[in-house]
Structure formats: structure tokens, C-alpha cells
């Protein structure tokens, strides 16, 4: 069973919520109902019991938010409402006349005995109330007549008595003539006939007479023959039809030219065709329906609007007094119907932007497009409007011809706005490309070129407000109030950035595709895109290094004016230097401040005083909202007749240039004076690039000496601390910022001088503003270039200490034998070594470290912006790189110079034995003459103990080896730098390219 008690609940909360709402007449409406239904006697008289609460509860049940439901569709369910109040009073009126019958016009009108007796077969004479009938049959046939009376009361209003009087009149009846219209015959008392309406069936279950039950549809009351209905046979007579139309009495003036042309064409076809007569109105009546139309479309006479597929359609057959149906649907048609579309159109458009709960998806850009056009089309309602008074003033002078002459500038106009609508709007795509694609649009029509350029550049510069107001958001605040996912760039995270972010452009997330491309040749997308980006970063940092509050501390508060009052303004300043007439907006806002004095002595709030007593701070230009002024600008544009340059980008760009400027130089200063940037590289350029040879020169020696004697060397905190020892005295604090790490023990264990440094890495701690230019990446590359610095480094060193090969009891002055030719040759390739290698260093230093610093030194304080500051960075590393030819493009070359750092090793270790052959002293010498013998011998060379020694060297040596691999890796360095010169183009190998070749060894 219902809960009768929850039911009675529901309705009351739906009442008091149709009440918060302010829809108390659908409340009244619903109390009415539910009452209607709770009082009906049917519900009574129900064998179930509660059972009008089950019917509420089920209507109920089949209610779907009905609050949002009228707000949504507040048209059709004010129509609806009228419609149930006007069927409620209805019934109300049916119900209190139930038993009250109306005599049909038509039957005193008509005298129906005269018209009946036309085709009535003769009908037999009822028996007189005096005929003899037996006692037994008097009761039944009392309740035959009664049956009898009530059928005739059920189809007629006449008795049974005046029935018979009718029907006999009838037969007597003669007819005299062949016509359908009989003679009126007037006939007095109560015999009047009456055909009456059947009574409806009743739904309750009391039992009535056989005669009640009408099971026929209510047929229309009976109308006279239309006297101008003729038959139509094909084989008729033309003279008769004629003399028949020319009985007719003619119109007395053509009052009606619509309905009288049809007459006439009906004539004209001598009864071959006829035409409908149109339905016609009068001519004030269409105007207003017109205008009515423009407002909320709706079916009316004349036109018809089809639900489904919102279309709007002239009727065919209506039409006004004074013209044909077919010239009012044609004019229709011509001048008015695709307005009354477009204004469909841009009104279901504007509220699918502006009104809440709307299901189109929004975005801020289109909010704003749709706001303007609604400012757009205020001037055309206002003249609607202003044209339905003087309608209303004046029926009789206005006409549909003067009203589309009036009203043409102002409907061309709403279908300019609809071509720019469909235009400029794309659906199933995200929300970025659907705004960019709006903004991109609108600026391809307000180039010279289009014939609206004035009317596409107001409604350009009322949709950059989104926009607008996202920029200054985030040039205030540092955040990116993009809440619909619409602007020109996003966030993404990003282990560089400071706050953890960084920005990107939007289009790069999606697919691309045709829009997206001709996004990327649009002029204003670029320009907006730029500044985006290069604002993004600048507010990144400055909000991240907690320095956007003192930033906008320091600037003028005419430089934090909003966005789009600025492009407004400069936009008004270009037309009036094309006009040569001041700009309207200037004196719009009203000026107050010459209004304080007189009104300060009459505030009696001492605090009020007191703010107004303040000294005035720098005013701030008066600002024009776009969205108020559109038409105000709209006329200052159209103030010139002259196409308007594209002054749009010039315009957005100057305000957006100094906002970034100033961001920029502000950062740049901090970088300069706080951070102290350029004394940080410099640091990097002595330390890490070796410039500052002459502090370095023992610490890495010493490297180099420990390494070869196999002294544990890769200590990081040793190496650390004495790195700081030497650069203190020089650098200060900054000494502190270097310390070592180890990156590979096997190779630290290594007695090869050029595979040891490959174990460490020299590491730079600076703070995170500084790492946004040096960052990891570079250090790496740092690295790179201190590695490969000390093996040229420990090359030169190791050749530049290899002492002659010398014995101390020989004559220097004595021919060379075979001993001495080979101990001659290994000097020679020392030699070519040393020169090699001493050529490599001096261009590493002097034309590649040296002169590219400097170079960055110069390029340093001319930065800026953070963009340009990272990009010099990061040029100047990539001119090291590729210059110190340590790329992956020079990996032949790398290898070949690591053969000749490894054929100095090996020369190294020949040298060295060598010397251990040649000189006595030496421990593993393997001379084997005692002293008696050497001192009977004058010249230990010439003794046979050093002969065997030598002949043992010479049998031993890998002179010839070495000196075949240096000419080799000599070849194959010339060949590279040529090829690197000459075919890749790479000028700045022509140096060493030069010396190489000029060092070939002949």
C-alpha cells in the first residue's frame, strides 16, 4: 500500500521548491491538480482504498527534475501551463452546466420540416392515445413510451408529440421547385427542432437506460449549403455555368484583394479548377507576428516553426488584404525568413554560452564571442522594438514594403553576423584549438581585405578578453587560471623548472591535423604564442625565487593596468591618428578627482576622511570595458570610411612587449648583481677548462705522478681539499662550490695517466636560480672538455720530461754507430710527438678555450632574457665541444688522438728502457763486465761487455713500430681534418688542418 503521509510530504517539499525558485504560479498549478484528483468522486467510490494517493505517487514517480525542466524549457512549459489552467476551467464549466442542453443556431434558423421532407420515404401514422388496449398491457406500455421519449430526448431537443406533428407536416409537403435551400417557414411554441451534442459516457458504475449509451463521435453542428458550390461534370455547359456566375451580385469595392483575386481566378476557369480562398489578416497584424517572430519564434498565422528541427517556414496559403498569398510568402521568403534564422541562430548560440546549465561546452573565449554578439544585436531589437510602437501609433501608414525597406541595413546585418558565427565556431575538438581557431578566424576577417574588417575587429577585440584576463593573472599572480583548458599554452612538469613546472604550447598535445596547421600560420596565434612563452618562463622564476612581490613593488602602477584596456586603448589611438578626430572613450569615465575638495568638508566618518586626505598616487589612464563599449567602439571604428590598416598585432604586441621587458630586465639585474652570474662562469672557464694553468699546474702534476707510481690517488675528499687550498686565495668563496666524485674504481686503479681521469668527475654545487642556466647537462659537458684537457695536458708534460739518452763515459763528439742511429730515432719520434701535440694544445687554449670565452664574456651582459642567457649558455658549450672536435660527429677523430695519447705511453715505456740498457747505474742494466775490466777499457761504449748490450737493445727495441704508428695515426689525423674542412665544411678546423699537414713527417 501508499504511504499517503509521504506522499503528502513529497508534493509539499516540490511546492516549496518550485516557491524558492520563483515559480509559485507552476506551484499554484500543481496544488490545484493534486487537489483535483484527491476530490474526485471516482476515487471515492474505488474499491481500493487510499487509491488517489497511489495515482499521485505514481505521477510522481515519472517526474525527472522537474525545477530544471521549466528553467530549461521555460517556453513550452509556459505554454503548457496556460494550456492546464484553461482545460481546468473548462471542465469547471462543462461540470456546472451538465444538464443544460443549447439549441443549435442552426435549427431556428432552418425550417428542418421543409428540408427533411425532400428524400423521406412516407412513414405510417401513429396510434391515437385512444385506441383500446387490453388492463394487462397498460404498465407495459408506459414503459415503452418512456423508453421511446428517451431516445428521442437522447438524439433530439423535440418531444414525441412534436415529432409526430413534424413527420406528418412532411408528408403533406409539396415540392415545387429543385433547389437545395428550402422556403423559410417560421413556426412558433415549443415545436422548434433541435438536433443536441450525445452525452458523454460517465465512468461511474450507476445503471442507466439503453438510450444514454451513444457509442457515435460527436458530429459538428449543421451548416446551410454554400450557394456558390456547383457541380463540376466535365460535359456541363459553358453558357449555363456562365449565366449562373453572372448572377451573382458583384463585390461593391475590391476591400479585400486577396481573397477577391482568388474569387476571380475561380471565374476565369469556368469551373475547371477552383482555388482555396486564402485565410488573410491585416497588415499590422503580420508586422507584429514578423517582429513577435524575431523575439521568441513561435507558430502563428503566418508562420510555422517545426520543434524538431527548429525550422522556421512561411504558410502557404495566408496573406494580407491588400496582396496575393504567393507575393506575401515570396516577399516572406526573400527578405525576412533568412533573418528571422539568423536571429534563431545567434540567439540559441548566445544562450548555449551565457546561460547557466546550458549543455553545450563552454569555453571563456566563445563566452566572451557570444556576449558580444548579444551586444551586437542589441541595436537590432531596439529597433524592432521601436518600430512595433510606431506600428501601434500609426497602423493605418505602416506597411510590410516600408518595414523591410526600414528595417534591410539592420537584417543584412544579423545575416553577416550569422556567416561569421558559422565561420569562425569548429565542434569535436579540445577546447585550445576550438578558442585559438575563434581568435585566428576573426583576425583573417579584420585584415584590409574583408568588406566587414571594422565589424570582424570589434568582435576580435571583445573575444581576446579571455585571454587578456588570463594573462593578467598570471602576470600578477604567477598562475595560470586556465580553468577550461583554453589558453594558447599549459602547464608540464619538469625537473628544471622551479616551481616544478614549465610551460609548453597547447597545440602540442593534440593530433595534427588541418586546423592546427593553418593555427600554425596564423599572425596573431605566433604573436600570442611568443610572448606566452617567454612570459611563462620569466613569471616561473619569479614566482619560484619569491620575487614577483618585490618585482611588482617596483614598477609604476600604470604598467599594471589590464590587458585588454590597453589594446583598447591603442587601438583608439591608432583610429584617431587615422581619423584626426579624438578618440570617444577618452572622456567616458567621469572624473572624480576635482570632486573631492567640495565634498571632503561634507564626510563626517573620520576614517573616510582620512583615506580621501591621502596624497594621490600616479592616476592610472582610464580604462574602456570591451564588452559594455563594443558598439561604442564599433562606431569609433567605423568613424573613418577608409579600410583600417592591421594595426590588431601591432597593438597587442606593444603592451605585451613592455610587460615582458620589464619582467625580463628585473630578473636580469638580479642575475647580474645578486647571483653574480658572470663570476660563476668565469670560475667554470679557470677551473674546469684549465685557463688558469698557472694555479692548476702542480695540483695535476701531481696527479700524474701518483698515478704512474700506483699511489692511491682517487681520494675525493683529498683531491676536494686541495683543489679549494689553491683557488681560495683567488676566488674566495666561491672556492667551495668544486668537489670531487669517483665514477669508476677499475679505471682508477689504472697506470695509464689518459684511462685513469677517466675515473673522476669534477662536480659544481651552485643554487637553484643559477642551475636554470648551468645545468647538469652542462657540467657533464664541463667534464668533457676538463678530461680531455689533462690528457693533452699529461701528453705534453710526459714528452717535455723525457731527458736525452745519454752515457756518461761516451763522446758526444764520436760518429754515430748503429746504436746511436736507433737511440737517434726514438728522439725523432719524440720529437715529432712533442710538436704534434705542443700545435694541439696551443690551438685548444689559445684559438678554442681562450678566444670563445672571451667571446661569451662580451655576448654575457648583452642577455636580455632568460630565453637568450640560456641559449648563449648553451651556444658557447656547443662551440666548445664541436671546436675541442669531441662531438659524436668527431668520434674517428677522438679514437685517433686516443692512439696517440697511448703511443706517448708506449714511448714513454721505450724511452725507459732504452735507458736502462744504455745506463750503467741503472738496476736491471744487464752489463756483466766487472770493474777490473771496465777500467782496463778507456771507452766503456768500445768495451765488448756494452757491445753485447747494445746488440741485445737493438735485437729488442720497437723503435721501427713506433715511429710506423705515429706516421699512421699522423695520415689518418691529416685525412680526417681534410675531410672535415673541405667536404663538411667545418672552417674552424682549418688551424689544424694547416699545422697537421705542415708536421708530416718526411
Known amino acids: 500500500s501508499t504511504n499517503s503521509n509521504q506522499v503528502r510530504r513529497d508534493i509539499d517539499n516540490l511546492l516549496e ?7 509559485s504560479a507552476y506551484a499554484d498549478v500543481l496544488r490545484q491538480l493534486s487537489r483535483t484528483i484527491m476530490e474526485s468522486p471516482l476515487c471515492e467510490e474505488h474499491y481500493e482504498v487510499d487509491v488517489q494517493y497511489s495515482m499521485l505517487d505514481f505521477l510522481l514517480s515519472l517526474t525527472y527534475m522537474p525545477t530544471q525542466n521549466v528553467r530549461k524549457h521555460r517556453l513550452q512549459m509556459g505554454e503548457r501551463l496556460l494550456a492546464i489552467e484553461e482545460a481546468h476551467k473548462t471542465a469547471s464549466d462543462e461540470s456546472g452546466a451538465e444538464n443544460h442542453v443549447t439549441p443549435n443556431s442552426s435549427e431556428t434558423e432552418i425550417n428542418w420540416e421543409q428540408y427533411l421532407s425532400l428524400d423521406l420515404p412516407p412513414s405510417h401514422q401513429w396510434s391515437s392515445s385512444d385506441d383500446e388496449l387490453s388492463d394487462w398491457s397498460s404498465d407495459t406500455e408506459g414503459e415503452e413510451q418512456n423508453d421511446k421519449d428517451l431516445e428521442l430526448h437522447a438524439s433530439t431537443s423535440l418531444l414525441a408529440i412534436d415529432m409526430d406533428r413534424i413527420y406528418k407536416t412532411t408528408q403533406s409537403y409539396q415540392m415545387q421547385k429543385n433547389t437545395y435551400m428550402p422556403e423559410e417557414q417560421t413556426s412558433t411554441g415549443k415545436g422548434k427542432f433541435k438536433i443536441i451534442m ?65 474569387r476571380f481566378l475561380n471565374k476565369k476557369e469556368l469551373g475547371m479548377c477552383k482555388y482555396k480562398l486564402p485565410a488573410t489578416e491585416n497588415e499590422s497584424t503580420l508586422l507584429r507576428e514578423i517582429i513577435y517572430m524575431f523575439f521568441a519564434p513561435a507558430s502563428c498565422i503566418f508562420f510555422e516553426l517545426d520543434e524538431r528541427t527548429e525550422c522556421i517556414s512561411v504558410r502557404p496559403n495566408v496573406t494580407i488584404h491588400s496582396a496575393t498569398a504567393a507575393t506575401v510568402q515570396r516577399q516572406l521568403e526573400l527578405h525576412l525568413l533568412p533573418a528571422l534564422h539568423a536571429m534563431m541562430e545567434l540567439r540559441q548560440f548566445i544562450n548555449e554560452q551565457l546561460l547557466y546549465g546550458a549543455y553545450e561546452r563552454k569555453t571563456g573565449s566563445l563566452g566572451c564571442f557570444a556576449a558580444s554578439l548579444r551586444e551586437t544585436i542589441k541595436p537590432v531589437k531596439q529597433q524592432l522594438m521601436d518600430f512595433e510602437r510606431q506600428l501601434l501609433q500609426q497602423q493605418q501608414s505602416v506597411t510590410l514594403i516600408g518595414f523591410i525597406i526600414h528595417m534591410e541595413p539592420h537584417l543584412q546585418q544579423l545575416l553577416l553576423l550569422q556567416r561569421i558565427k558559422q565561420s569562425v565556431l569548429i565542434n569535436g575538438h579540445p577546447n585550445c584549438v576550438r578558442s ?31 585571454y587578456c584576463a588570463i594573462t593578467d593573472a598570471w602576470w600578477q599572480r604567477a598562475e595560470l587560471m586556465d580553468w577550461h583548458k583554453e589558453y594558447i599554452v599549459e602547464h608540464y612538469e619538469h625537473e628544471a623548472a622551479v616551481t616544478g613546472c614549465l610551460v609548453r604550447e597547447s597545440l602540442l598535445a593534440c593530433p595534427p591535423t588541418a586546423i592546427t596547421a593553418q593555427l600554425q600560420r596564423c599572425e596573431l596565434y605566433q604573436l600570442l604564442l611568443q610572448h606566452a612563452l617567454d612570459a611563462g618562463e620569466t613569471q616561473d622564476m619569479l614566482q619560484g625565487f619569491h620575487l614577483l612581490g618585490s618585482f611588482l613593488n617596483s614598477i609604476e602602477p600604470h604598467q599594471q593596468a589590464p590587458l585588454h584596456g590597453e589594446l583598447v586603448r591603442h587601438i583608439c589611438s591608432e583610429v584617431q591618428a587615422l581619423t584626426g578626430r579624438p578618440a570617444e572613450q577618452s572622456s567616458q569615465l567621469p572624473s572624480t578627482a576635482s570632486q573631492l575638495p567640495t565634498q571632503l568638508p561634507q564626510l563626517a566618518n573620520l576614517e573616510l576622511m582620512h583615506i580621501f586626505s591621502r596624497p594621490r598616487q600616479a592616476q592610472m589612464p582610464p580604462q574602456v570595458d570591451g564588452s559594455l563599449q563594443l558598439n561604442k567602439l564599433l562606431q569609433a571604428l567605423k568613424s573613418t570610411p577608409l579600410q583600417l590598416p592591421n594595426f590588431v598585432c601591432r597593438a597587442l604586441d606593444k603592451p605585451l612587449r613592455e610587460r615582458r621587458l620589464l619582467g625580463e630586465l628585473y630578473l636580469m639585474h638580479w642575475y647580474r648583481e645578486e647571483l653574480q652570474l658572470a663570476a660563476h662562469v668565469q670560475l667554470l672557464r679557470h677551473v674546469m677548462l684549465l685557463e688558469a694553468d698557472y694555479l692548476l699546474y702542480g695540483f695535476y702534476t701531481k696527479i700524474f705522478r701518483q698515478i704512474e707510481k700506483g699511489i692511491y690517488w682517487a681520494r675525493s675528499g683529498s683531491l676536494t681539499l686541495e683543489l679549494y687550498e689553491l683557488l681560495q686565495p683567488s676566488f674566495g668563496q666561491l672556492a667551495c662550490k668544486f668537489y670531487f666524485k669517483l665514477l669508476s674504481r677499475v679505471r682508477m686503479e689504472s697506470f695509464k695517466v689518459f684511462e685513469a681521469v677517466e675515473a673522476v668527475k669534477l662536480e659544481f654545487d651552485i643554487s637553484a636560480p643559477l642551475r636554470r642556466v648551468i645545468t647538469a647537462t652542462h657540467i657533464d659537458k664541463y667534464n668533457d672538455i676538463f678530461r680531455f684537457m689533462l690528457k693533452v695536458k699529461w701528453s705534453a708534460w710526459k714528452l717535455e720530461n723525457m731527458r736525452f739518452i745519454r752515457s756518461s763515459k761516451s763522446d758526444p763528439y764520436a760518429p754515430l754507430d748503429l746504436l746511436g742511429l736507433t737511440v737517434r730515432r726514438l728522439e725523432m719520434v719524440r720529437f715529432w710527438l712533442i710538436n704534434l701535440i705542443y700545435n694541439v694544445h696551443n690551438h685548444l687554449c689559445t684559438y678554442v678555450l681562450q678566444s670563445i670565452g672571451r667571446e661569451f664574456e662580451r655576448q654575457l651582459p648583452k642577455c636580455s632574457n632568460m630565453h637568450e642567457l640560456c641559449r648563449l649558455h648553451d651556444e658557447f658549450l656547443r662551440r666548445l665541444t664541436t671546436h675541442c672536435l669531441l662531438g659524436p660527429e668527431f668520434e674517428d677523430f677522438s679514437t685517433t688522438l686516443e692512439q696517440l695519447f697511448h703511443l706517448v705511453h708506449v714511448l714513454d715505456l721505450e724511452w725507459t728502457t732504452c735507458d736502462n740498457y744504455l745506463n750503467e747505474s741503472h738496476a736491471l742494466s744487464p752489463c756483466l763486465s766487472t770493474d777490473e775490466e771496465r777500467s782496463r777499457s778507456s771507452e766503456y761504449l768500445g768495451s765488448s761487455v756494452t757491445r753485447d748490450m747494445a746488440m741485445e737493445y737493438l735485437a729488442l727495441n720497437q723503435v721501427v713500430e713506433i715511429e710506423q704508428t705515429y706516421i699512421r695515426c699522423h695520415q689518418m689525423l691529416a685525412k680526417l681534418l681534410r675531410t672535415l674542412v673541405f667536404e663538411k665544411e667545418h672552417t674552424f678546423c682549418k688551424c689544424a688542418q694547416h699545422f697537421v699537414v705542415c708536421l708530416f713527417p718526411t
Request: proline share 10%; with cysteine.
Open 436 to 466: 585559438a581557431y575563434l581568435l585566428s578566424q576573426l583576425y583573417q576577417q579584420s585584415l584590409s581585405s574583408e568588406p566587414h574588417q571594422k565589424l570582424a575587429t570589434a568582435l576580435l577585440l571583445a573575444s581576446l578578453q579571455r
Open 198 to 262: 450525445p452525452e458523454l459516457l460517465p465512468l461511474k458504475a450507476e445503471r442507466r437506460s439503453a438510450a444514454s449509451w451513444c457509442k457515435l463521435p460527436a458530429l459538428p453542428p449543421l451548416q446551410p449549403p454554400d450557394e456558390f458550390t456547383y457541380c463540376k461534370p466535365l460535359h456541363i455547359d459553358a453558357k449555363k455555368v456562365e449565366q449562373l456566375l453572372l448572377q451573382e451580385k458583384p463585390a461593391k469595392h475590391w476591400s479585400n484583394f486577396g481573397s477577391d483575386y482568388v
Open 17 to 23: 521548491r518550485f516557491r524558492c525558485e520563483g515559480m
